[in-house]
């Protein structure tokens, strides 16, 4: 059962203009979310995060979104820039399993290309 | 950010035998560890937790006879995989985390993955 769901394995944009990488859960008790980037033959890179208390996060050209009614959250990256091409992984926690053994769980990511 | 590498990068393996991998954090003290599998388009799955001295602790349904886990020091972690058989040819990931790193999620650091291929 997949409990983070990226339904759009490949997205394409031009660059300039917004990306937009759209994540769904199921579990309830999650109330952490991130997103991961990855470029082929590296591991995943932490991007930004966000605790359920919010509904957005920025960072730069990096926003996330938050909608914990609908279990949905997106990651927007405005400009899109050509080296922002890579497979972005959304994941999710619930931290109240205690300790710093934070489990996360990913979903399939998505593959975002940007072209010039 | 903290490194952690991963050895080694690809490894093709005839049936029956067992292989190891192994995950370093080269720059910082690793308390805990975590191994992921990756099947073709499909999402990381967490297979084991490893806190350093202690005994792993794996996910509803990965065999721990078979998946081998050491955390014996701060900054090293193996994987080995026993009998390995087609089935288990797949990408293994590791990530660490430990004191000076947070103990948030996003401080968890991945390594670059093993492709493993079983023949």
């Known amino acids: 059962d997949q409990q983070v769901k990226q339904n759009s394995p490949s997205l394409s944009v031009q660059e300039g203009r917004i990306s937009i990488l759209n994540c769904d859960y199921t579990n309830s008790m999650f109330d952490y979310f991130l997103w991961y980037k990855k470029y082929p033959a590296e591991g995943p890179t932490f991007l930004i995060s966000i605790s359920s208390i919010k509904d957005k996060n920025e960072d730069g050209r990096f926003t996330v979104f938050l909608n914990k009614s609908a279990k949905h959250l997106s990651l927007h990256i405005v400009p899109s820039q050509p080296g922002d091409s890579a497979v972005y992984f959304c994941a999710a926690s619930d931290s109240w399993q205690g300790g710093s053994n934070y489990k996360l769980t990913f979903g399939k990511g998505t593959l975002l290309t940007v072209n010039p | 950010g903290a490194v952690v590498s991963q050895h080694p990068s690809w490894v093709i393996c005839k049936s029956g035998t067992s292989v190891k991998i192994e995950c370093r954090s080269l720059?910082?003290?690793?308390?805990?560890m975590f191994w992921y599998r990756q099947f073709p388009k499909q999402s990381l799955m967490l297979m084991a937790t490893s806190n350093e001295g202690s005994k792993a602790t794996y996910e509803q349904g990965v065999e721990k006879d078979k998946f081998l886990i050491n955390h014996a020091s701060l900054t090293l972690s193996t994987l080995t995989v026993t009998s390995a058989h087609p089935e288990d040819s797949s990408f293994y990931i590791c990530?660490?985390?430990?004191?000076?790193?947070?103990?948030?999620?996003?401080?968890?650091?991945f390594g670059p993955g093993t492709r493993l291929l079983v023949l």
């Open positions: 720059d910082f003290q690793a308390t805990t």
């Open positions: 990530s660490a985390s430990g004191p000076g790193q947070g103990n948030s999620q996003e401080t968890q650091y």
